[in-house]
């Protein structure tokens, strides 16, 4: 049983008045305009930055990291940056809670939420890779349940008002949101109640009785999960629409057929043991809970705990691992990831992904027809789970998460960058339109430093 102070109860209400949703906790902002903005650096002038960094170049990143550190906005942040197959520069500053004594650093361990879209992206690459999966294989071939599905006449209308799907979802569209598929945490209206009426929740924020979080029971496996979205109507005609989407998710299930393994298994053996990602999982054991962060939501000037480290949601089994949102890792781990994709699928020597899973999959894989003006891919390609960089800008490829984290790599330059930290909404602080600000003038800081020593 969690028991919940008279204080806290009365600052859980007052986010009810404020629309303190599940919508806008999981939806996020920026996403991911780190990948932007460092796409805009003409790839000749980052060139210059590299290999010119120390611990010490760092300078706005670390100032960003030491200001949010110290202001009680948040407990911690913690910045890992890194070039190549190099160790990670650590930038870190506050403690696992508000309060608290014990430092965050490379191995806290925090809620990464969409950070594992790309995860799943790549474990999807390495099927088909292996040829056990076509990227333009119809989901149906997998799935038979998709076979004849139907979409909606108006986005978010009646689910009753239907015509037939123009086309099958493909393994394509559910790599790029393109699959005309919903969110919970995005729809509005009857399709958005009929997720939740049927359980399809893919995911989590707490074990606390926050209201605004929505009451729906999740189902209890992923063969449920995408049995229950496969009767209910598509919002898009899939390969027309980007739209945020349980597409991830609903890959896990693809993975689990197609491989013969538990989806969580499967990432466990496949990606995290091999890339050397020992603190990554579903459900932190209960001997790792020390290194635990602290979740926080953020109203009308207060902090307020609504994930706390020993009542955590994410100590218990989840209802079934949730491909999009649903891992805890650390920045070490985090990091590790990134600098496998540096090394096209090779880290400490090992492969773990094949060379073309790791190209294709940091590409721009959207159907032709697609545009991302005004949705949270703006402007940009769309991968494996993760937003890429187009035209002079390719080579960046990342995603954020929900509670304030980012990560990406630029495999032009083999840059690699992540940063950490524990709160929600994601808007209630710029951290994801600061982190890449601060990157982009740490690099031009070091290439004009280079240049100069010339």
Same mark, same amino acid.
């Given at each position: ?18 629309? %303190? ?38 300078? =706005? ?13 948040? *407990? =911690? ?13 650590? &930038? ?30 790549? *474990?999807?690459?390495?099927? #088909? ?6 990227? /333009? ?31 099958? #979802? ?17 729809? $509005?209206?009857?399709? $958005? ?77 496949? #990606?995290? $043991? ?19 962060? *602290? ?8 902090? &307020? ?14 209802? %079934? ?13 985090? /990091? ?10 090779? #880290? ?31 402007? !940009?390609? %769309? ?8 035209? /002079? ?18 495999? $032009? ?33 070091? !290439? ?7």
């Amino acid at each position: 049983m969690i028991h919940v102070k008279k204080g806290c109860q009365m600052a859980y209400r007052e986010f009810e008045d404020a629309a %303190f949703s599940r919508r806008a906790l999981l939806r996020g902002g920026a996403w991911l305009g780190a990948g932007a903005a460092l796409a805009t650096v003409p790839a000749g002038r980052m060139a210059f930055a590299h290999g010119a960094s120390s611990p010490t170049a760092w300078k =706005n990143v670390a100032a960003m990291v030491n200001e949010y550190g110290s202001s009680g906005k948040v *407990a =911690n942040m913690v910045a890992a940056m890194g070039w190549g197959q190099q160790d990670p520069e650590i &930038i870190s500053k506050g403690t696992l809670a508000i309060g608290q004594a014990a430092p965050a650093g490379i191995d806290s361990l925090y809620r990464i939420y969409s950070m594992t879209k790309p995860i799943t992206g790549m *474990a999807t690459m390495m099927l #088909i890779d292996e040829g056990k999966l076509g990227l /333009d294989q119809p989901l149906a071939e997998i799935l038979p349940a998709f076979a004849n599905m139907k979409v909606q006449k108006i986005a978010d209308g009646s689910i009753e008002d239907v015509v037939p799907a123009d086309r099958p #979802i493909t393994i394509r569209h559910l790599l790029t949101h393109t699959s005309g598929l919903g969110y919970g945490i995005i729809q $509005k209206g009857p399709i $958005k109640d009929a997720y939740e009426k049927l359980g399809l929740i893919p995911g989590q924020v707490s074990r606390l009785p926050i209201p605004g979080l929505g009451r729906g029971v999740p189902v209890s496996s992923l063969a449920a999960f995408a049995d229950g979205i496969a009767t209910l109507p598509l919002v898009y005609q899939p390969g027309t629409t980007w739209s945020y989407s349980v597409s991830l998710d609903l890959l896990g299930r693809v993975i689990e057929v197609v491989s013969g393994m538990p989806f969580d298994e499967f990432l466990a053996t496949n #990606i995290f $043991k091999p890339a050397g990602m020992d603190s990554t999982w579903f459900q932190v054991p209960d001997s790792e809970i020390g290194r635990l962060t *602290a979740n926080y939501g953020v109203m009308g000037g207060a902090v &307020i705990p609504i994930d706390p480290a020993n009542a955590s949601v994410y100590t218990l089994k989840p209802a %079934f691992p949730f491909g999009g949102a649903g891992l805890v890792s650390s920045p070490r781990d985090y /990091d590790r990831f990134l600098r496998m994709l540096l090394g096209y699928g090779k #880290i400490d020597g090992k492969r773990v992904l094949g060379e073309l899973a790791v190209r294709v999959g940091t590409s721009n894989l959207l159907p032709d027809a697609v545009d991302t003006s005004g949705t949270f891919a703006d402007k !940009a390609g %769309f991968g494996a789970g993760g937003r890429v960089g187009l035209g /002079d800008q390719a080579g960046t490829y990342g995603w954020g998460g929900a509670a304030g984290t980012v990560a990406l790599v630029n495999m $032009k330059m083999g840059l690699r960058a992540s940063l950490f930290t524990q709160y929600m909404p994601s808007e209630a602080y710029p951290v994801h339109g600061a982190f890449p600000v601060a990157v982009l003038a740490d690099l031009g800081s070091m !290439a004009a430093a280079r240049q100069s020593a010339k």
